[in-house]
Each structure stands twice: as C-alpha cells, then as structure tokens.
C-alpha cells in the first residue's frame, strides 16, 4: 500500500499523532446502563484536553477485539512536547483503566518527503473539523532491499504510486514516521467517504512495482467516526 513517498506536510512544524485501539472490559459492561453512558460523558471531558486535535472512532464490529480508537494530535514545537502528551495521555486514561484496555498503539510525526511530485492535496489535516465518516489506519515497513536502490529507481517506482493516488480523489491521507520508536517504520493513514473506493485503490497500488519492497502492512483497522455530540454513539 503506500509509503512514506506518497505524502508531502507543509505544516511550518511536525505534528505528533497518536492513535490508541481500546477494548471495553468485562467490568464496563457489568456497570448499567446509565452507569455505562456517564461513563462515555467523563471519557469525552478528560480526553479533550489531552491534545490540540482529538478524535473519537468506534471500530466495533469491523475487526475482533477492538472497539474504539482514539486519535490524539499535537504541534510540535518544543522538545518536551512529547513527553508531555504522554504524561497528559496517560493522566486522562487512569480513572478509565478498569473499563477500558489499550489493545494496540501507533504513533509517528509528519515530515515532508524527499520524492518529488508528491503533493499535499488530499492530506489529512488532524486540526480541522472536517471529518470523513471513515478511517483506515495500519503500521508499515519497507524491505531492507528498498533503502539499497539508489535514489533515481526509488522515484521511478514512486511515480506510479503518485500517480493511482492522484487517480482516486476523496481519499485523504497522512503519513506519519516513527522509525526507531515503534516495531515499524510508519504509520498509515486514510480517510474516505466510500470504503469499496477505496479498497479498488489498495488493489492498484499492490500491482505496482514497489509492491514486493512491501515487509508490512498489518494490522488494519477500519473504524466509523463518533461525533462527541452523540455520548450514546461513542463506544459499542
């Protein structure tokens, strides 16, 4: 699928995102139901100031195990902001520990590409308000093989990518880099309105010459956006 080519960030700084996979325990779902939506209420107050860009999805029924994400987004302008996402993260999530438990973690920063013709339309923009009802997102990593081709072969296979990219419009996506600080390379990102669309489009680009330079592209998780404004909707 793509790669760390196919997108570009104009942003004057990098962002941090973090996305965490949550499943709901036993304990949640012994409380009541009136227990169960203040539940929701509170998770939606404490989140909210972890970071700049918060956003809710629900994954239920779509993958085994899962039943939320939560996207946490923040501009990078001082060495020690990271550390003080994961302090805030970490501080919201404790009075949830005992209803909720983090299945799965995927974190990276933007940058700008180094392949030419690459292009910003189309990116995620983790700030605005303008929210596509579906996301995909799944950790990625290239082939030893692919950093040994020399620089002009790389472009030449990214050119077909950028190209079946440009061909599917109303599919946005965000590339995140977190070589060194999770198991994986990056960290991939799309939203769409049509999920068969957007399934036609990972078909084209496993046909592409950079394809067997692909070491990993799983696991995917598909969820639903939640709006806040629905507590009810939030969780399963």
């Known amino acids: 699928m793509a790669t760390e080519d196919d997108a570009v960030s104009d942003e004057p ?3 941090l995102n973090h996305f965490g996979v949550y499943s709901l325990t036993d304990d949640y779902w012994r409380l009541s139901e009136e227990e169960r939506a203040d539940l929701r209420v509170a998770w939606i107050e404490k989140t909210s100031g972890v970071a700049e860009g918060v956003r809710h999805y629900r994954t239920s029924p779509t993958r085994v195990g899962t039943d ?12 020690s902001d990271p550390q003080n996402f ?9 009075p949830f520990r005992r209803y909720v438990s983090m299945v799965d973690v995927l974190w990276g920063f933007t940058r700008k590409t180094q392949y030419r013709g690459a292009r910003d339309a189309g990116r995620i923009d983790p700030f605005s308000s303008e929210i596509l009802p579906y996301l995909i997102a799944y950790p990625f990593s290239k082939t030893a093989e692919w950093y040994l081709i020399h620089q002009p072969g790389r472009q030449a296979m ?3 990518h950028i190209k079946i990219g440009r061909s599917y419009g109303g599919i946005s996506q965000l590339l995140l880099y977190s070589t060194g600080l999770q198991d994986h390379e990056f960290v991939v990102v799309y939203e769409s309105d049509d999920l068969p669309r957007f399934s036609g489009l990972v078909r084209e680009l496993r046909a592409t010459a950079a ?3 692909t070491l990993l592209d799983a696991p995917v998780h598909v969820a639903t956006h939640a709006p806040t404004d629905q507590p009810s909707e939030l969780w399963p």
Do not use: G, H, K, T
């Open 211 to 213: 394809r067997p330079y």
């Open 86 to 94: 994961f302090d805030a993260y970490a501080s919201a999530l404790r």
């Open 68 to 79: 939320f994400i939560l996207w946490c987004a923040v501009r990078m302008q001082e060495n």
């Open 13 to 15: 700084q990098s962002s």
């Open 158 to 160: 990214m050119n077909e």
